[in-house]
């Protein structure tokens, strides 16, 4: 099993560019997240979907949307991207929400110029 | 105060050592308690759940002290493969987790 797999690893995307981080899981879990990682702020949840055809904001949504493309996938997107926006973006699944652990995949580094 | 607060460290430590670190979290209420571990650049990836009456795994001890609303995470005859990044995790409400902002550990020769 893969476990959490994102793409890409790595980007660099200038100001007001678009793009799409992907997310994909094979655990069979029904819970999916975003999360951004900011030195000496901890990882930060930007969305989560608890399951297939639901998505619900986080702390720091402003910026992005999200797809849950079905049971596997879980997209983000960012429309028109900031310096602000630079970050590692981690995708984590879960079994279910809340009091369940979550396992992640290995990360983007989002670099916005 | 932060939801979920740790002392950012570092903590230096020579091999063989025995090291703790200790978390507190704001919601009285909060059910669910996970250590993480994170390498530099890399995802965290679980370290054990914290259940209420403690609980042990190898050379880590974690426990949870609700009535002080803290978590403790004890490592025994440290190695140096245990440097890292070590992150709280709390669920404060409904259906997130809060991660702190993590201790950092460094074990020395």
């Known amino acids: 099993n893969a476990g959490v797999t994102q793409t890409p690893k790595f980007q660099v995307l200038k100001t007001g560019q678009s793009m799409t981080l992907q997310c994909a899981q094979d655990m069979n879990h029904n819970s999916m997240y975003w999360y951004r990682q900011d030195p000496g702020m901890g990882l930060r949840l930007i969305y989560y979907?608890?399951?297939?055809?639901?998505?619900d904001k986080g702390e720091v949504p402003n910026g992005y949307n999200v797809s849950r493309l079905n049971k596997r996938e879980f997209s983000l997107r960012l429309e028109s991207a900031a310096p602000s926006q630079t970050s590692v973006y981690f995708c984590a699944s879960s079994e279910g929400t809340g009091r369940r652990e979550q396992y992640f995949g290995p990360g983007t580094r989002l670099t916005v110029t | 105060r932060k939801e979920v607060e740790q002392d950012p460290g570092p903590f230096n430590v020579p091999e063989g050592a025995t090291v703790a670190f200790n978390c507190t979290y704001s919601?009285?209420?909060?059910?669910?308690f996970f250590w993480y571990r994170q390498d530099c650049r890399k995802e965290p990836k679980l370290l054990m759940s914290v259940y209420s009456s403690g609980n042990e795994d190898g050379r880590f001890t974690a426990q949870l002290n609700r009535a002080s609303q803290y978590i403790s995470l004890l490592i025994r005859d440290s190695k140096l493969s245990d440097s890292a990044t070590y992150l709280c995790?709390?669920?404060?409400?409904?259906?997130?987790?809060?991660f702190g902002a993590g201790t950092i550990l460094r074990v020395k020769s």
């Open positions: 995790v709390v669920n404060l409400y409904g259906n997130k987790l809060v």
């Open positions: 979907s608890a399951s297939e055809g639901t998505t």
């Open positions: 919601n009285s209420a909060s059910q669910s």
